[in-house]
C-alpha cells in the first residue's frame, strides 16, 4: 500500500504506517550522517532555522555543486548505511521529536523501541538510485554547519517530492530487517 | 598512443553512467520474476528507472563510483609506465566531468584532496600476451558492497564446512545470508576457491570481467555457480533485503592453486549497481570496438 506522507508529520499519520508499506514523501527533509549525529547526541545544539519537531532526518551526503546563478543544485543524493547511527538515533529521535529516519540497511534495537516508544518509522530508501532520488529533490533551501563539518557530513534542508521508500521498521514494535533474517536463516538451515 | 586519455575518459564516462547490457538484462529478468504489487517489484523498478536516467544524463548511475580498477591486456613492447600516466590523467579529467565523485581518501591523514588519485588509485593490472591486441577494462567497485565481501578459511566447524565443494557451497551461501540488506542487492558474487589470502580476493575480483550470462567450461564449477544461484534465490531475501525471489543476479567461480596447508575461499560481492566495461584499442589508443 502506498502512503503519501508530508512533514511536518504527526503522530497519529506515523502509528498508521506497517512494516512493507511503501510511501511518496514530500516536503522538507534534513541530512544528517555521523558528525551531525556525533554532535547532537554529545550535547550539541540544532542551528537556528533547524526545526526537527514533526520531521525527518535522511542519512544521506549528497553531492551538491552551485550552478551558474549561485543556486545549490542536488546532482546525486543516494541513502548512505544507517547502523553507524544506532547508538544515536533512539535518544535523538525523541529529544527532537522526529518522527521518520531515511536511510538504507536498516537499524537495530535500540532505533525500533524509540520508533515505538516516540512513534516513529524507519524509512528504507532505495541503495544505489542517486539519478532516481535527485530527482525527487526540488530544491535545496539551506545548508547549516558546512564550515565545520564539510559538505557531505553538513545539514542539508531539502525540499523533496514524492520521494520513494519502504517502512521497514514501523512504531509497533515490527521490523522487515530481523523478519527476512529469521525466514532466511530458516531456509538456508534447509538447504545446507 | 595520442588517442589514449581520451579513450580512457569515455571508458570511464561509459562505466559509470552506463550499466553493461548483460547487468541490464540480468535485473529485468529480475523485475519479471518479481510479483506484482511487492516491494521487491516496486524496488527492481526504481533501480531500472535509475539506469535509464543515468545512461540519458550521462551522469554516475551511483554517487558512489567506486574504487578504479582497470585490468590491461597489451602486447609486449607497450609502454606501460606511459599507459599509466595516461589512465592517471583520464581520472583526473573525468573527476573534473563529474563521471567520478571525489572518492579518494588518504587513509592515514583522511584528506580528500579530490583528484582520485593517490598510493592504489587507480589500481592498474597489467598482463602481457603475445598477440597484438590492446584490451583495457574497468572496474568500478563501491565501498557497500566492497564491506560485505567474505574470505574463509576451511575448514570451518561452525558451519561444518570441510575442504572440498560442498564446504565452498556453504561459506558461499553463509555470505550471502550475511550481507543480507547491506551492499545494495541484488548481488552479484566473484569466488575464488583456492590462492594465497591477496590472491585470492585479486581473483575473485577477476571474475567480475565475465559475461553475467556466460557459463562457467569447468562442469564442476558451472554446477556449484548455478547450484548457488538457486539456492541464494530460494532464501527470500530479495533486492534491499525486503524480501523476493531476486537475491543474487549471477554467480561467478574461479579456482587458482593453494598450497596443501591453506583453502580459502573469497567472495566478492558486487551491488546492481554492477559498473563494467571494456574496449579494445588500436595502434594509436583509439576505441576500435567495445567488449560488453
Ligand atoms: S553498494 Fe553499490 S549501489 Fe550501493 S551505494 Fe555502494 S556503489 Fe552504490
Known amino acids: ?192 | 598512443m595520442r588517442g589514449l586519455r581520451e579513450s580512457l575518459t569515455e571508458l570511464i564516462r561509459r562505466t559509470s553512467a552506463e550499466i553493461p547490457d548483460d547487468v541490464q538484462r540480468g535485473i529485468l529478468h529480475g523485475l519479471e520474476q518479481e510479483k506484482e504489487g511487492t516491494i521487491a517489484k516496486s524496488a527492481l523498478e526504481i533501480i531500472e528507472k535509475n539506469i535509464e536516467l543515468a545512461r540519458r544524463k550521462s551522469q554516475p548511475l551511483c554517487q558512489d563510483t567506486g574504487s578504479i580498477l582497470f585490468y590491461v591486456d597489451c602486447p609486449v613492447g607497450l609502454n606501460q609506465v606511459e599507459f599509466e600516466a595516461e589512465a592517471r590523467e583520464a581520472v583526473l579529467a573525468a573527476t573534473k566531468l563529474g563521471y567520478l565523485r571525489q572518492n579518494s581518501v588518504d587513509s592515514i591523514t583522511g584528506k580528500n584532496d579530490g583528484t582520485n588519485l593517490g598510493p592504489g588509485s587507480p589500481n592498474m593490472h597489467f598482463h602481457q600476451h603475445s598477440t597484438d591486441e590492446i584490451n583495457v577494462r574497468l572496474m568500478l567497485k563501491g565501498g557497500g558492497c566492497e564491506n560485505v565481501g567474505a574470505q574463509f578459511s576451511l575448514p570451518n566447524t561452525a558451519l561444518k564446512a570441510n575442504r572440498d565443494l560442498d564446504g565452498c557451497r556453504k561459506v558461499i551461501l553463509e555470505a550471502v545470508h550475511q550481507a543480507q540488506g547491506k551492499g545494495c542487492g541484488p548481488g552479484i558474487l566473484g569466488v575464488c576457491i583456492g590462492g594465497d589470502r591477496a590472491s585470492g580476493y585479486e581473483f575473485s575480483k577477476r571474475e567480475f570481467l565475465r559475461k553475467l550470462d556466460d557459463r562457467n567450461p569447468d562442469p564442476k564449477l558451472d554446477e556449484l555457480e548455478q547450484d548457488i544461484l538457486k539456492t541464494a534465490n530460494e532464501l527470500g531475501i530479495g533486492p534491499m533485503g525486503f524480501g523476493g525471489k531476486t537475491t543474487l543476479l549471477g554467480v561467478k567461480i574461479g579456482a587458482a592453486n593453494r598450497v596443501p596447508a591453506s583453502y580459502f575461499v573469497s567472495i566478492s560481492y558486487m551491488c546492481w549497481a554492477f559498473r563494467r566495461h571494456g574496449a579494445s584499442l588500436a595502434q594509436d589508443g583509439t576505441i576500435s570496438d567495445w567488449l560488453y
Open chain 1, 1 to 192: 500500500m502506498t502512503h503519501h506522507l508530508t512533514s511536518p508529520i504527526s503522530e497519529e499519520a506515523i502509528r498508521g504506517l506497517k512494516v512493507g508499506d511503501q510511501v511518496l514523501i514530500s516536503g522538507v527533509v534534513f541530512t544528517g550522517r555521523d558528525a551531525v549525529h556525533k554532535y547532537l547526541h554529545e550535547g550539541g545544539e540544532l542551528p537556528d532555522g533547524v526545526n526537527l519537531e514533526g520531521g525527518i532526518i535522511y542519512h544521506c551526503g549528497p553531492v551538491v555543486l552551485k550552478d551558474e546563478n549561485g543556486e545549490w543544485k542536488v546532482v546525486a543524493a543516494g541513502p548512505t548505511t544507517s547502523i553507524r547511527e544506532e547508538p544515536y538515533q533512539g535518544g535523538i529521535m525523541k529529544q527532537f521529536g522526529l518522527r521518520g529516519v531515511i536511510g538504507k540497511g536498516g537499524m537495530a534495537d535500540k532505533t525500533l523501541a524509540a520508533c515505538k516508544d516516540h512513534g516513529a518509522v524507519y524509512l528504507h530508501a532505495i541503495g544505489g538510485a542517486a539519478q532516481v532520488l535527485a530527482e525527487c529533490i526540488v530544491r535545496v533551501r539551506d545548508v547549516y554547519m558546512l564550515e565545520e563539518f564539510g559538505s557531505p557530513e553538513a545539514i542539508w534542508e531539502l525540499e523533496v517530492h514524492e520521494f520513494p521508500a519502504v517502512v521497514t521498521m514501523d512504531s509497533h514494535g515490527e521490523s522487515l530487517h530481523k523478519d527476512v533474517h529469521a525466514m532466511s536463516e530458516e531456509a538456508l538451515a534447509d538447504r545446507r
